[in-house]
């Protein structure tokens, strides 16, 4: 790891030190109703749409109110969604005219942008018109993201809360999420994404004439605001097919490393959040301090296996029989205006995060680098994480830590002062091994049928990679991709659909059990066998539980495909 990549990352760290504190702060006042200096302008909104939609915001949910009241939105919201697509040949703003999108690969975006995946089987600028991707997937980005905001807080209120059974109102607290938080930072993003180049227009695509005489095609559109989300609210669907490796997503570096601050924000914000929420903000900054040192581990695999290069590619003038070092590490899938450091900082955030988002291609990664990505979506995307995802991920595993500690000391365990007993111990199982399921069965059914296989564009382990990544992606609800995988077939984009819509709900729900759970119970005083979940005991034991757990669930299909294709190459073979 050289001392720029060093340099950069460390920065990284350090102004995501700073934003983790003022955040979180104002976060927790927005969703505890508090003041901020947005109310003057957004409260006469908020109430204007509370009296229009029939809200009351002074009526909070059980549990269980609150998920249906989840499932039902979103439903209704993919049905939109899908039918937008389907009349986007009828519907304004469609310049270039683009017909309707096919049934299966509309239910397969449909379900993709409602549950903040934003896996594309398409080239968005060759697919969809303005009002689609304005009025549809835009729109969708917004309300995903505010969706998992919203969980997390409903969680954070379950733990907090004592002999409760409510845990807040899910349309109160979507509401805020999107009015006071997205909303605001998209507007600034969007503005200074717009200043250093990146388009922001309905004009139809130009035509331009090469220096050969060719005619050349150049997509614009309404790019800015859509990056602004797609980074902020960990989405990561692209206006362009190319994502944010292309130049008129991601123009600078410095609008690369905006967005990869971008990505890290609000789930960072978030422990903060959690740290007031609950009265004790040690709470918080222990499992930030697990995240950043799951997010130090990853790049610390990552960065120097990529510059190290290709093993197989030797120096010149070297034997072309002795393996070597691949001079300035391997740049295949890179945009060299971001080099090595930029594009793997990117790899790991946006893949520690829930973001599809992409400033390099994945599939060009060497076997070890590979892993990386890969391994951090199984774990949950729990370094970080999605907006809201990250954090309700996190503290489902500080859950299940808990849980051992206190079997190893033979007390029944106990998380800010609550006891976690069997009901909460199911739930946390039921959301990891329908995760599980969602990943190995998918890809088990993929690997062993011509459905499966005749997309795969390379052979041996590589092309097997391809598919765990698709469903192990999918399932974490992240986007990205090994591109490798022609997944635009009907039988990816139904599987692929399910697979995403399986990993959002069938997790979120056993989530606000546990939320509605731990809200009944009363807090339990301290004792001399209380185990602190505030020092660097409990940050270990919380790091290596997601370590553990994810190993022991996905090693197996790992050996088969990166972890295999990097001794094959290391002993100098291929397929």
Request: include cysteine; aromatic fraction near 10%.
């Given at each position: ?19 983790t504190r003022p955040l979180g702060t104002y976060l927790e006042r927005v969703f505890d109703g508090e003041p901020t200096a947005l109310s003057p302008l957004l409260v006469p909104v908020e109430q204007a749409i509370y009296r229009a939609c029939g809200v009351d ?73 303005y009002l689609t991707q304005m009025a549809g997937l835009a729109f969708h980005n917004f309300i995903s993201a505010a969706t998992g905001i919203a969980i ?424």
């Amino acid at each position: 790891m050289n001392l720029p990549g060093i340099l950069q990352i460390a920065l990284f760290l350090v102004l995501i030190f700073a934003i983790t504190r003022p955040l979180g702060t104002y976060l927790e006042r927005v969703f505890d109703g508090e003041p901020t200096a947005l109310s003057p302008l957004l409260v006469p909104v908020e109430q204007a749409i509370y009296r229009a939609c029939g809200v009351d915001p002074a009526r909070e949910q059980h549990w269980t109110a609150y998920a249906a009241s989840m499932l039902t939105f979103s439903l209704v919201g993919m049905l939109v969604l899908y039918a937008i697509e389907r009349l986007q040949g009828f519907l304004p703003l469609n310049p270039s005219g683009f017909g309707p999108v096919p049934p299966d690969l509309a239910f397969n975006t449909a379900a993709s942008f409602t549950t903040n995946t934003n896996w594309q089987s398409y080239a968005g600028e060759a697919t969809m018109s303005y009002l689609t991707q304005m009025a549809g997937l835009a729109f969708h980005n917004f309300i995903s993201a505010a969706t998992g905001i919203a969980i997390a807080v409903a969680l954070v209120r379950g733990l907090a809360r004592r002999t409760a059974r409510a845990i807040g109102n899910f349309w109160v607290d979507l509401v805020r999420a999107t009015l006071y938080v997205l909303l605001p930072i998209c507007v600034v993003l969007t503005l200074v994404f717009v200043w250093q180049g990146v388009p922001q227009n309905v004009n139809p695509y130009v035509k331009a004439t090469t220096v050969e005489g060719a005619t050349q095609v150049i997509p614009q559109g309404p790019v800015a605001s859509q990056e602004a989300i797609k980074e902020l609210g960990t989405n990561g669907g692209g206006f362009f097919n190319a994502n944010s490796a292309h130049p008129y997503e991601n123009p600078t570096p410095l609008t690369n490393f905006l967005e990869v601050l971008a990505i890290f924000s609000i789930p960072s914000g978030l422990t903060y959040t959690f740290g007031r929420m609950v009265g004790n903000t040690r709470q918080g900054w222990a499992v930030w301090a697990a995240m950043a040192i799951l997010f130090v581990v990853g790049i610390a695999i990552a960065l120097p296996s990529e510059q190290a290069g290709n093993p197989l590619l030797t120096r010149l003038g070297v034997d072309q029989t002795q393996s070597a070092l691949q001079p300035g590490g391997n740049f295949e899938g890179k945009e060299t205006r971001f080099g090595i450091a930029s594009s793997m900082l990117f790899t790991v955030v946006t893949t520690d995060a829930s973001c599809g988002a992409v400033d390099n291609m994945h599939d060009s990664l060497l076997p070890l680098t590979g892993t990386i990505p890969m391994f951090n979506i199984q774990t949950g995307e729990v370094m970080f994480g999605g907006v809201g995802a990250g954090l309700y991920g996190m503290l489902m595993y500080a859950i299940l830590a808990v849980f051992i500690a206190g079997l190893m000391v033979g007390r029944t365990p106990e998380y800010l002062g609550k006891k976690v007993q069997a009901y909460e111990m199911k739930m946390a199982m039921l959301a990891l091994l329908v995760l599980a399921a969602d990943v190995l069965v998918f890809t088990a059914i993929a690997s062993v049928t011509r459905a499966g296989t005749s997309a795969v564009a390379n052979p041996g382990p590589h092309g097997f990679s391809e598919i765990l990544y698709a469903f192990t992606s999918t399932t974490g609800n992240n986007g990205s991709a090994f591109a490798g995988l022609s997944s635009d077939t009907l039988f990816y984009n139904v599987a692929l659909a399910f697979s995403m819509l399986i990993g959002r709900f069938l997790m979120k729900v056993p989530i606000l059990a546990i939320a509605g759970s731990m809200a009944t119970k009363q807090r339990v005083p301290p004792s001399l066998g209380t185990f602190p979940t505030t020092g660097a005991t409990f940050v270990g034991l919380l790091v290596g539980t997601v370590l553990i757990v994810g190993a022991l669930t996905y090693f197996p299909a790992l050996a088969l495909g990166p972890v295999a294709e990097h001794f094959l190459l290391a002993a100098g073979k291929t397929f």
